[in-house]
Nanobody, 123 residues
């Protein structure tokens, strides 16, 4: 199983970017998917998570991005997106996606990580 993140780049403050993360390989189900970020010299922090529930997906966001970022899943549910608006210099970081994936019905699920994509916001 692999997670491939893409969509990072250089953008001016106030601009927008859309990150994508696609799961590939053999698996039977994907549960929660999320985005984290790590700025230089700082610990990795949660940005947003989308949780699969019996009544549909629910989302949660870090306070710093609420109202500016939106997490969503693709129709095939193998992809997670992070739409980022009103970007600020403090959003500069390497963004990582992760997903809770079950590869076999006889096994518990495990968390997989993508390789990271760099977002740089200039002032």
């Amino acid at each position: 199983v692999q997670l491939q993140a893409s969509g990072g780049g250089l953008v001016q403050a106030g601009g927008s970017l859309r990150l994508s993360c696609a799961a590939s390989g053999r698996f039977v189900s994907i549960y929660d998917m999320g985005w984290y970020r790590q700025a230089p010299g700082k610990e990795r922090e949660l940005v947003a998570v989308i949780t699969r529930g019996t009544r549909g997906d629910s989302t949660n966001y870090a306070d710093a991005v609420k109202g500016r970022f939106t997490i969503s899943r693709g129709n095939a549910e193998k992809t997670v997106y992070l739409q980022m608006y009103s970007l600020k210099p403090e959003d500069t970081a390497v963004y990582y996606c992760n997903a809770d994936i079950r590869v076999h019905w006889g096994r518990a699920s495990s968390v997989y990580w993508g390789q990271g994509t760099l977002v740089t916001v200039s002032s």
